[in-house]
């Protein structure tokens, strides 16, 4: 199974996504993509490889944490997720899982989730003209 781990880097360290990786790997996971992780080729943009990835995960896992959904790229995820029915689950900082529905869950409901965002997900695409140069490969910035 091919996971995307969504993540606010506000609240998550490099050594913390690589045990949030061993762990979903030790799960099921054939393959996890956690961006920060992944070695991007300086030929394709960043972004289009984080779109990618997530319209070909089986699974999306979002680390929660306080400043998840005030991160537009989180916000935005999340929405692709639901919309295209992708499985999810949040790894919750108590290192447990959560799945849609559970008394655990730490956010609406998928169907409230995709009732709620759907209209603003189906107009509007990655906020990449919004995206902090920061988030690109360096080979990349300042390219139009």
Known sequence: MQYFVSYSRRDNSQDGLRRVRELLIAREATSVYVDDLELHDPAVDRVESVVKALHQADVFCALYSSS?????????????????????????????????????????????????????????????????????????????
């Open 68 to 144: 998840y959904l005030r991160s537009e790229w989180t916000r935005w995820e999340f929405d692709v997720a639901v919309a295209s029915r992708t499985q999810m689950i949040a790894l919750l900082p108590d290192g447990t899982f959560a799945r849609p529905g559970s008394s655990e869950w730490p956010w609406l409901t998928v169907d409230e989730a995709q009732d709620h965002r759907r209209k603003l997900l189906l107009a509007q695409g990655p906020p990449t003209a919004r995206v902090p140069d920061v988030w690109r490969a360096p080979e990349v910035v300042g390219r139009s």
